[in-house]
C-alpha cells in the first residue's frame, strides 16, 4: 500500500486522485433511483458537485470514496446475512462471500475496530479516522487495498434496519489478500483541514448561506475576496461520449478562467480557499487528454 498517493496533504490529494479521470453515471445517478427520500435541493446540489471518478464515488446519504479498486452501490445487505461478530462500535456479518460491516459509533476507536476485524479473520486491514466537516450529513467511507480482487460494495438502504443505531454500512470480500485499509470521516476538529470536501455555502463554513451556484466566474471571485478568502479553479469538462457526468481539470490557473462562465459549485476543505468549480462555455477547448 503505497500512503504516499494517499493524503500526503490533506487539503489536496483527493483532487488529485481525480484529474483526469472520467466519472461514470453509476454511482450518482443510481443514487437518486435508490434513496427512499426525494432529494432536497441541497442534496441535489451535493451529488452534483461530487461526480467524481470510478475511484472515488460520493452517495447521497452515505458518501463513500474509493481510493483503489472497484466499488459498487446495492441496495440492501439484508438478505442472508448472518451476525459473527458484534461491539459497540460494529456489529459484522457474513453474507455469502462478504463480510457486512454496519458502524454503530460516529467517531469510533480504529484500534477496537481492528481487533474486531481480526475476530473474522481480517488480520491485515487497518481503520484510519479522517477529518471531515463537523457539517457533513452523510458518512464518509474509504477504502484502499492492495489485492486486485477485493470489492467494497456501499448500501443506501436504512442499515438501522438491521443494526440498531447504525449510522453506515458496507460490505466488503472477505478472502481479502495482503493489507487493505478502511477511512471513516470523523468531525474535523476547530482549524483542521478536511479530508473530503464541504459545501462552502454550509452553516459553519467559510461561506456560510452564500450561493455562488449559477454565478459568473467573476462574480463568485468577487465575493470570495470579500471574505478574505483565496480562490482555486477547477474545470468541469463533458465527457467525450456525451453522458452524463464530468471530467475535472484541477488547479487551473485564472488566465483560463472566462470570468463569463458559470460556476457549478463551491468546495472548501477549510484551509482559507474556495475551489469554483467552473464549467467551460460553449465552443471552449479541452486541453489534450480531456
Known sequence: ????????????????????RASTTGADELLAEIVRLEPTQEQEKTRRRLTLSPRRAVLGLAAA?????????????????EQVYASQAVTIDRDGDSYV???????????????????VGLDDVTVKLIP??????????????????????????????????????????????????????????????????????????????????????????????????????????????????VRYELGVPASRIDPSWKVATAVTYHDGVIILHVEPGAGATPPPGF
Not at 1 to 20: C, H, P, Y
Open 1 to 20: 500500500m503505497n500512503n504516499e498517493l494517499i493524503f500526503k496533504s490533506q487539503a489536496r490529494v483527493l483532487d488529485e486522485d481525480l484529474a483526469g
Open 65 to 81: 470514496f474509493v481510493l483503489a479498486g472497484a466499488f459498487v452501490v446495492v441496495p440492501s445487505f439484508f438478505k442472508g446475512a
Open 101 to 119: 460491516f454496519y458502524i454503530t459509533d460516529g467517531d469510533p476507536d480504529p484500534v477496537e475496530l481492528e481487533k474486531a476485524f481480526q475476530k
Open 132 to 245: 471531515v466537516s463537523p457539517r457533513q450529513r452523510n458518512p464518509v467511507v474509504g477504502f484502499d487495498k492492495t489485492d486486485p480482487d477485493a470489492r467494497m460494495s456501499s448500501t443506501l438502504s436504512d442499515c438501522g434496519e438491521r443494526v440498531e443505531g447504525c449510522l453506515s454500512a458496507f460490505s466488503v470480500t472477505a478472502d481479502i489478500k495482503g493489507a487493505a485499509e478502511f477511512r471513516l470521516g470523523r468531525p474535523a476538529k476547530p482549524g483542521e483541514k478536511y479530508a473530503f470536501p464541504a459545501d462552502a455555502s454550509w452553516p459553519g463554513e467559510a461561506l456560510a448561506g452564500v450561493e455562488l451556484q449559477g454565478r459568473s466566474a467573476a462574480e463568485a471571485v468577487k465575493v470570495v475576496r470579500e471574505h478574505d478568502l483565496k480562490v482555486s479553479y477547477t474545470l468541469e469538462w463533458p465527457l467525450h461520449d456525451g453522458g452524463v457526468g
